[in-house]
């Protein structure tokens, strides 16, 4: 069946050092990968997302790299930042034909903590 | 902007009541999505509704139901309350295909006793 799964549930960090979480999927029909951070009480809020046609996206102190052979996702954060403390999801969005289906399969989740 | 909305922020039922759940989109947006995030998990997907239609269903009974409005907000219906939907409920929207961003409401918190 489709699962995305993490390889750490938690990642302690200091101020400063990058961060590196890790994310394995599935579903090789996934043309669609999206990383989220969610903080405690609060709903997903989104980070970046990488299409299949491309290896590696970069955003502001973010980077995502996408590894198809090995059906690997990666979230970097660089110079990591108490307020980066939260947990973070990866998700897939396979595709279904050519019609809209916006079905996202979340990861477990890596609670992230970023020490002063 | 306004992004996404939810109301109610909190819910509290009791086992066999029926609850309703509603969400505004960003403005432009056409699709919405329900999931339903227990605490702990990642969320799971229960809808997908564009324009007007149901484009898409989870592993979730019938007691869950959900409709899309002419301006492009929704309602999750739960019917027949159980103490495990006790759980954070999701609405994301996104402008229309499966590749737009679905950009994620606060949640409505729902506990169910």
């Known amino acids: 069946g489709e699962s995305v799964g993490l390889h750490l549930p938690t990642l302690s960090v200091q101020e400063g050092d990058n961060s590196i979480i890790n994310c394995a999927y599935s579903n090789s029909a996934s043309d669609y990968f999206i990383w989220y951070k969610q903080e405690s009480g609060k709903g997903p809020q989104f980070i970046i997302d990488i299409r299949s046609n491309m290896d590696k996206r970069q955003g502001q102190r973010v980077t995502v790299l996408l590894n198809k052979t090995v059906k690997h996702l990666s979230l970097q954060i660089a110079a990591t930042q108490p307020g980066d403390s939260a947990v973070y999801f990866c998700?897939?969005?396979?595709?279904?034909?050519?019609?809209?289906?916006?079905?996202?399969?979340f990861g477990q989740g890596t609670i992230l903590t970023v020490h002063p | 902007d306004a992004g996404v909305t939810q109301s109610p922020t909190h819910l509290i039922k009791t086992r066999g009541q029926h609850v309703t759940l509603r969400c505004s989109p960003i403005s432009g947006h056409k699709s919405v999505s329900w999931y339903q995030q227990v605490l702990g998990q990642g969320p799971q997907f229960i809808f997908q509704y564009y324009e007007k239609e149901e484009r898409g269903r989870g592993n979730f009974p019938d007691r869950f139901s959900a409709r899309q409005f002419p301006n492009y907000s929704s309602e999750l219906n739960v019917n027949a309350l159980l103490l495990g939907d006790s759980a954070l409920y999701l609405c994301?929207?996104?402008?229309?295909?499966?590749?737009?961003?679905?950009?994620f409401g606060p949640g409505t918190r729902l506990t169910v006793l």
């Open positions: 994301a929207s996104s402008l229309a295909t499966h590749t737009d961003t679905q950009y």
């Open positions: 998700a897939e969005n396979p595709r279904s034909g050519g019609t809209s289906y916006g079905k996202l399969t």
